[in-house]
């Protein structure tokens, strides 16, 4: 049976790379004892896939892990026995039975959600100003971004990639997966890009284009990206927002 | 969540972030401020390579068993970083509790490799401690030196307040009550020292001097301190099979060099090896028990969730159980895909067999590590391995379907000819040949033979321990030599040669052999910048001939000079229990080319049945 796994990666998990991370559950599985089915050959791997890969330093609330097992406890057991073996940061989140013949959570990925905000220490001076420019930003009819292929550089227009954006000023310190939080109310940016295969937009890219925009760079590293949610699109509803159903909702609960 | 002590903005312009980070899976995290005693536990190299160090998994286990202390853990910041922490003045800190080493009780450093010396002095630099001894206050750290290279303590000994000689399960226990009792009783830095002093197989340096003659050598080694002991006994565990050993071994986030459960199966070593540190120092061969193992190779796979499991010794086949204990893995392992690892396994059938079941036949190699190319040679270093063995387990091996072959080698031998360097060449096509005798049909495609040489280097406590070493450019030459003779051979398009650099030999040499005198030059080239010296790409040979020049030091002095069997050497007063007359009397037998048989086939009182275990009482009981 296939199994989707969501889970954490905040706190020190944030400066693991990718193969880390695959490193990472192979032995926790078997530490946990789930019966993760293997390749054949000689060189036999786990059959194991996540989601779209985090950029270092980046935290989440939304990562998912698919794995294919022979056998499963109730989900809420399998969520206690792998976060009995886990590491600071990494919270396993849910446990769900996906229908059989699912893609993987990489090939079906759509869109995300993410949180950005400043590092504590980098706000800039006149939060109110940012904001005002950032509405500024916002409202352009066309975001220019700059792409990076292995060929070329290009410019192109993000805006058809980004589902919704906005910005606020609040405190963030009741949010419980966030580093890097500052004290006090600060600028919170909320945004849905699109995700996966087909357009892929990362949260960096649109606060490049900010950059541009406004024609002054932020202090390298000022910003933190925490990802929130990523999410598939449902069949038949190609365009409408609302037919966006998320990663873990794809599979049902293990009773 | 821990406070970490680097910021995201340095952790993110630097390689692989996640080494400084603690947190791994089973480390201890002990809170700080509810114990008593700090002891911060270095390797002094990257991150991957300490992380894979056994005698720190078990010392690390050993510390945090008790209750009043805290152990973590320090590695080499690289350049990256080291870089960052110098423009910045960051303290270097130890990963687990993010604390600066400096505000530690105790900084212990392993030393397993010369070539570390420099970074052991970009430990103290980067930590804040001064880097002598003599400079240090009551609020610095307790410096402490171990492991192999502390046999010859004495090109480093400035730099450390007290060595640790032998194995640390021992006297730890005793060194941290005295620690803890001289501070209950208001007792300074030197009061302490002097009470370790006279804890068995501590050394204080500073409590010694050393005079010596006109032409540089030793005159007198003698104590300065009613404290210090005039001779140091080193420390061995007697049953280790009632001992410390991590059941929960830490597992880090990135692939460390050794990514797996590291079970070492017996201490010591029967063959008496003559070039062989770790083969004399580690005397007598002391067993695990079968019982220890299984229990133990089971909760560690558990505990770790390890592809591969491997058993540690310095000459696996001479471990009593080898058998029972492999059959009993791939029993309990079958169908849970994990591997089986059996490194310095002699080949035969057995190990083929065991091997054949756990590896991809035509990915893996077969190695060999004759360590001379002729007999005459393998006589000399008592290397008790014949080439009608080698060339009948490759044999066998290439029957079983394997087609590569490692062989390991030893350059710059004392009493090696240019015969004893082309037999290098001789013994790889010979293999080579075996191959080509298997009919065509049943060959398993071309075969593919990889001698490698190392240049060796004499070190302390071995029967060689007197030899003379060569010049770089004689290395070269000799090398050269078994190049061309590779060329030579019938089949020489499946022999392949690759040379150890010799650069770096020569400062090892240096090393292994110094006096305290080198330690002035380790720290001048340390100050020009040199680090990480057993990294090729930040080695800086030019850099070091300055700075023995600077010094005042001939490297020829410790290197390419006759020692004199009488002279008195800088390791002298340390007592590893193999004495100096066995010493002298194997050096001599080395020179007229007699071996010696092995500790389990007669002994030939080396000195270490002193000790009242291991080998030395097999069949006695």
């Known amino acids: 049976m296939n199994i989707r796994v969501k889970f954490t990666k905040t706190g020190i998990a944030r400066f693991m790379g990718q193969l880390d991370l695959l490193r990472y559950f192979q032995k926790a599985n078997r530490r946990a004892e789930i019966a993760v089915t293997y390749s054949s050959g000689y060189n036999p791997h786990q059959t194991m896939s996540f989601s779209a890969p985090l950029g270092l330093g980046a935290t989440s609330e939304a990562e998912y892990m698919d794995i294919e097992v022979t056998q499963s406890a109730p989900s809420a057991e399998m969520v206690r026995r792998l976060n ?112 996966g295969s087909v357009d892929n937009l990362k949260p960096e890219l649109v606060m490049e284009a900010f950059d541009c925009f406004r024609g002054q760079k932020e202090a390298s590293r000022a910003l933190q990206v925490h990802r929130m949610e990523i999410y598939a699109r449902q069949n038949g509803q190609e365009e409408a927002e609302s037919g966006l159903i998320s990663l873990e909702e794809m599979g049902e609960e293990i009773e | 969540m821990r406070k970490l002590a680097l910021t995201d903005d340095i952790l993110l312009q630097i390689e692989k972030p996640i080494r400084y980070v603690g947190g791994e899976i089973n480390s201890c995290g002990k809170d700080f401020d509810s114990v008593e005693i700090h002891f911060a536990m270095c390797f002094p190299d990257v991150y991957e390579i300490g992380m894979s160090h056994l005698g720190i998994q078990i010392l690390y ?35 687990e509790s993010q604390r600066p080493v400096k505000s530690f009780e105790f900084l212990g450093i392993t030393l397993q490799y010369e070539m570390c010396y420099t970074n052991v002095l970009q430990i103290l630099d980067l930590s804040q401690i001064p880097l002598r001894a ?37 006297q730890y226990r005793t060194i941290l009550d005295l620690y803890k009792e001289n501070k209950a009783a208001g007792g300074s830095r030197t009061r302490f020292l002097e009470m370790a002093a006279q804890v068995p197989g501590i050394y204080v340096p500073a409590f010694y001097d050393t005079a010596y003659n006109e032409d540089g050598t030793i005159a007198s080694f003698t104590a300065n301190n009613p404290h210090a002991k005039n001779r140091i006994v080193k420390e061995i565990v007697r049953n280790i099979s009632d001992t410390y050993y991590p059941e929960k071994p830490i597992v880090p986030f990135l692939r460390a060099t050794q990514d797996r459960v590291v079970l070492e199966i017996q201490r010591g070593c029967i063959r008496g090896c003559r070039f062989c540190q770790a083969g004399m120092v580690y005397r007598p061969v002391r067993e695990r028990s079968l019982e220890f193992l299984k229990n133990m190779a089971q909760k560690m796979i558990a505990n770790t969730g390890h592809e591969e499991i491997t058993l540690s010794s310095l000459s696996s086949s001479d471990y009593s159980g080898l058998k029972e204990l492999v059959n009993f893995l791939m029993t309990t392992l079958e169908g849970k895909h994990v591997n089986i690892a ?39 270093i008592n290397k008790n391995l014949t080439e009608e063995v080698i060339v009948n387990g490759a044999g066998m091996a290439f029957e079983a379907g394997w087609n590569k072959v490692k062989l390991y080698f030893m350059l710059g031998l004392p009493t090696e000819t240019t015969e004893d360097m082309e037999a290098i060449a001789v013994l790889s096509d010979q293999i080579a040949r075996r191959y080509y005798e298997i009919p065509k049909e049943q060959r398993n495609g071309r075969v593919s033979i990889s001698a490698s040489t190392s240049f060796f280097v004499p070190k302390p406590f071995t029967p060689l321990q007197w030899a003379q070493m060569f010049s770089r450019e004689e290395y070269l030459t000799r090398a050269r030599t078994v190049n061309h003779a590779m060329k030579a051979q019938l089949n020489h398009k499946s022999l392949s040669y690759h040379w150890h650099d010799a650069d770096v030999t020569v400062l090892e040499g240096v090393f292994a052999r110094g006096d305290r005198k080198v330690a002035d030059a380790i720290e001048c080239a340390y100050k020009m910048g040199c680090i990480y010296d057993a990294w090729g790409e930040s080695f800086h040979y030019d850099r070091w001939l300055q700075a023995f020049e600077a010094c005042g030091l001939s490297i020829d002095f410790y290197t390419t000079r006759q020692r004199d069997l009488d002279e008195i050497l800088p390791w002298d007063f340390i007592d590893t229990g193999v004495t100096k007359e066995f010493l002298k009397r194997e050096w001599r037998r080395a020179m007229n080319g007699e071996t010696t048989p092995n500790c389990r086939q007669a002994c030939s009182g080396c000195g270490v049945m002193k000790f009242g275990g291991g080998v030395c009482f097999e069949h006695k009981s």
Not at chain 1, 135 to 164: A, N, S, W, Y
Not at chain 2, 84 to 91: D, F, G, S, V
Request: glycine share 6%; net charge negative.
């Open chain 1, 84 to 195: 009995a073996v886990m590491a600071e940061g990494i919270e396993i989140l849910s446990w769900r039975q996906l229908p059989q013949q699912s893609k993987s959570a990489m090939a079906v990925t759509a869109a995300a959600d993410y949180l950005v905000y400043f590092r504590d220490g980098y706000e800039p001076e006149d939060p109110a100003g940012w904001v005002q420019s950032f509405r500024d930003f916002c409202e352009q009819p066309v975001i220019l971004g700059t792409k990076q292929t292995k060929k070329k550089t290009e410019q192109i227009d993000l805006r058809p990639m980004i589902h919704r954006i906005e910005v606020t000023i609040e405190d963030l310190s009741s949010h419980p997966h966030l580093v890097n939080l500052s004290q006090k109310e600060q600028i919170a940016l909320r945004m849905r890009l699109s995700s």
């Open chain 2, 61 to 95: 286990d050993m510390f945090n068993h008790w209750e009043d202390t805290m152990c973590d853990r320090v590695y080499s910041p690289w350049l990256d970083l080291d870089k960052l922490m110098r423009e910045q003045q960051i303290p270097l800190f130890a990963v």
């Open chain 2, 134 to 170: 003599s400079q240090r206050g009551e609020d610095d750290p307790i410096v402490i030196g171990g492991g192999p290279c502390a046999y010859n303590p004495e090109p480093i000994a400035p730099f450390f307040d007290l060595f640790y000689i032998g194995e640390g399960e021992t």
């Open chain 2, 342 to 380: 059996l490194p310095s396994l002699r080949i035969d059938a057995f190990s083929l067999d065991v091997m054949g079941k756990v590896q991809d036949i035509r990915k893996s190699s077969i190695t060999f590590a004759p360590e001379a190319g002729s007999q005459r040679m393998r006589d000399v």
